[in-house]
DNA sequence: TTCTGTGAATTGTTTCACAGCC
DNA sequence: GGCTGTGAAACAATTCACAGAA
């Protein structure tokens, strides 16, 4: 259920405003999705609001934290400190929702002792150190493509199960280990996409003598 | 086709190897999918591959590009040049993949002027001077939450009508305009959630005598 | 014989619409 | 009367499995 922690985000956000109580409607509008698929999803996790009155926010938001396992924080190790992984370690909102970076490891022996966000770099090769020290589950990878697949490789077998993979590489990690990927300029090329749709829509707006686009098979869609 | 950038990248990584042809099997190894997958989302495109053969690269490659319309670059503008904001535009990946960042804007006018990857950082203020001036159809967020929305307005006033949103916050749009939502937090609890998973999993392998998960509407995905 | 392209079957997700509870 | 929780219906995605081209 990937939608849990938008919903989680929503509540808190309510929560922020002094909002005790919300309807599906409300939360789903908060949370930007049509409020019978929100009540399908809650009701997964069983029946906790109230039929006429609605969701008890702080009541519901320690549900779906006890359902995304966030009721305690996570210790996470970021990898590869350029530019995006300087920007994930002083990103402020994993300390809030659920996460807490307890070491930033770079290959390049040359910025062992930097200061980033407090929390001091050091040298890859002690990230078994670390993540048995910490009993770490979770990675981040920030490093060059190159070099994801190797890191990936040392997390797991640090005893890492969940990566999440910034780097532009497909990675392959042993049954039962998680990865995500994020990935920027994928999610750039599908906007690219929807906005050649609709020059192509325009140009048929102001040319409407133009012929259709060939039906190509699956040309829609 | 949210994939399509999945195998466009894939390609490019064969074509770098040298390799001219390839079949289903090694494209959807390389990209991380199943073969019958893409082979379904392929002949969406049209009939590219040869039977008995496989995919000729170049050719796979140019015409997935055609789709996405990515074979001339897009103008990009990227607003909020914080820690994240400087990742992004020192992303090595935009100008390979089919954008080109023309301006760096953000509201604090102390960082006018300040160099960011090559590129000057301008007032926010200027967007729509840039937008026009560059037909910029794509906009980038990596503002604080609590400027998102406004950022957002601005950038739909100003013709931009893709959105790239880094900000931990739903912002709405007019009909027309496509918003993608990038949320670093909440991949990590999408790991946190299998995470806790596998710790119960693992619970219960060490102490089989304990009783299953009570059988909760759901419980189960 | 190999490997694509694709109907048919399956599986999953979203929406509808309303019974039942407050 | 208002709003949740949920079957049933509609829709979408994935996988199977194989006919047919090279």
Redesign the pocket.
Known sequence: MA?LPVYLRALTALAERGIRT??????AAAAG?????L??????L??????????DVDYLRYQIAREIGVTHDWPVVIVGIGNLGHALANYSGFRSRGFRVVALLDADLERTGELVAGVPVRPFDDLEAIASEHSVAIGVIATPAAAAQDVADRMVAAGVTSILNFAPAVISVPEGVDVRKVDLSIELQILAYHEQRKAHEHARDEHPDLPEMPAV??GD?
């Open positions: 939608r919300c309807s599906s409607e409300d939360l999705v049509n409020s019978a698929k009540r399908k999803d809650l009701s997964y069983g029946s906790y609001g109230t039929r006429g009155v609605g969701y098979v699956g869609q």
